[in-house]
């Protein structure tokens, strides 16, 4: 992606975008005056919607209700040029001091995202490919410690009907052979260092490409992390599978999991022994996650196969 520079609403916003020239002049501050009736996903500070990019001057909102209405719309038009966006206003990183300590200048949230994206992409995860970010401050730089004003972030939107959670609970016949596809998937995620820090199985998606994973804003990678990072992410998934799914099937998990990251890291699959050690842990970092548990987590206890 090549670097950009442009002015939104009076403030400098700098990026990368791999958009072409056209996308440069007025793109950023199009889709930051965007005011859609209904978004994706609406939390303070952060709003993430549909764009149709078709027209990289004149950007336009796409509604829908759920994930299938949109993959409709794809579907029914396949000449648009589809893009998720997410805008960040205020504030500082959630992971200021990691970031300061780590890697030095602050990032903004859409820069870290991008950057990550394009991180596990070349560590061999399914995700959404970054097509731009633009980041400001409310002095119009990128300095270090300072609080943005504000952030875009622009990727590829991939069409999909459910995510791994629906498919989960509905006791669809697809859904234990994709729950050790993703084994593997997060063997590797692990085994190269990276670790996804929110990874519930409403952010793993089925697209037409496959097994997806979402929401990479505060994943991380680290020469040497620290297990309990692994552990929370599958405690994650573990706290957000139906409690339908038989014992059985969350031990397969551990297991594919389990040889996919032991060969990254040992040169071979992790024991039954080895293994054994990680259930408590993962049990008591669960336990933990269900103490606030998000919307598409389950509330209740776990199934006691720790």
Not at 47 to 60: A, F, G, N, R, S
Not at 182 to 193: N, Q
Not at 244 to 257: G, I, S, T, V
Request: proline share 7%; hydrophobic share 40%.
């Amino acid at each position: 992606m090549k670097s950009v520079e442009v002015i939104v609403e009076g403030a400098k916003f700098r990026g990368r975008s791999g958009l072409g020239e056209q996308a440069e002049s007025g793109l950023a501050g199009a889709l930051w005056a965007l005011r859609p009736s209904r978004y994706l996903r609406r939390v303070p500070n952060r709003e993430t919607l549909l764009v149709d990019i078709t027209d990289l001057k004149q950007p336009v909102h796409v509604d829908g209700a759920d994930p299938a209405s949109l993959a409709d719309f794809a579907d029914k038009n396949p000449q648009k040029r589809l893009a998720v966006l997410k805008r960040h206003r205020g504030g500082a990183s959630r992971d200021a001091w990691f970031e300061m300590l780590h890697r030095g200048p602050l990032r903004s949230p859409a820069r870290r995202e991008a950057e990550n994206l394009a991180g596990l992409a070349l560590a061999g995860v399914s995700v959404p490919a970054p097509l731009a970010y633009w980041e400001s401050s409310p002095r119009g730089l990128t300095a270090p410690g300072s609080r943005f004003w504000g952030s875009l972030l622009l990727m590829e939107y991939l069409p999909h009907r459910e995510t791994l959670h629906d498919l989960v609970w509905a006791g669809d016949s697809r859904a234990r052979p994709l729950l050790g596809e993703l084994a593997g998937i997060v063997g590797d995620m692990h085994g190269a260092g990276w670790y996804h820090r929110d990874l519930y199985m409403e952010h793993v998606i089925l697209s037409e490409r496959g097994l997806a994973i979402l929401d990479a804003g505060r994943a991380r990678q680290q020469a040497r992390p620290l297990a309990r990072w692994f552990e929370k992410d599958l405690a994650a998934l573990w706290t957000s599978r139906s409690p339908k799914l038989p014992k059985r099937a969350n031990m397969q998990f551990l297991y594919r999991w389990g040889q996919t990251f032991g060969m990254h890291t040992l040169g071979r699959g992790l024991t039954v022994d080895e293994l054994r050690c990680w259930l408590p842990r993962i049990g008591r970092r669960g336990k933990k996650l269900l103490a606030h548990a998000p919307r598409h987590v389950h509330a209740d206890p776990p199934a006691k196969d720790e």
